[in-house]
């Protein structure tokens, strides 16, 4: 009964950490396109308390909650692919975590040299991840 209640809230943490991942590179868009000091400076306080407040619990909830629906049937999960597969995009995902850190300190140190249009593409890439993610979970085509 318990592995059902860690499978929930695995779920629960890995929705709250993408809709972080989508939301954080979209306040970049519309950072790099103000203009105005009082737009900035209530971007960066967004920016920050999404990453800190919510998304990094996120992520953390989501790994913790992962290895330990791992670990509970190991012997399966390591024989397959799909499960490889998708452990590579979550890692993927985790750096893509850190460089949107990265972006943050930028905009907070007033450094930003990225166009609106460049996160705007930005923000595609966990889109894409997140379909893979799915698509192996639930398809597992090998």
Same mark, same amino acid.
């Given at each position: =009964? ?52 919510? =998304?990094?619990?996120? =992520? ?43 972006? =943050? ?38």
């Amino acid at each position: =009964m318990l592995i059902v209640w860690v499978k929930a809230f695995h779920l629960i943490a890995v929705i709250c950490w993408f809709a972080a991942l989508f939301y954080l590179p979209r306040l970049f868009v519309y950072h790099a396109m103000a203009e105005d000091e009082v737009s900035k400076e209530r971007f960066k306080l967004m920016e920050r308390k999404l990453y800190r407040g919510i =998304m990094t619990p996120a =992520m953390i909830v989501t790994i913790v909650l992962g290895a330990w629906l791992l670990g509970g049937n190991w012997d399966y999960y390591k024989t397959q692919g799909w499960m490889h597969a998708k452990l590579t995009l979550v890692f993927l995902l985790v750096g893509y975590h850190h460089i949107c850190l990265s972006y =943050m300190k930028k905009f907070a140190a007033d450094v930003n040299t990225k166009s609106h249009a460049y996160y705007r593409w930005f923000n595609e890439v966990p889109v894409v991840l997140l379909i893979a993610i799915v698509i192996l979970v639930v398809v597992k085509p090998f």
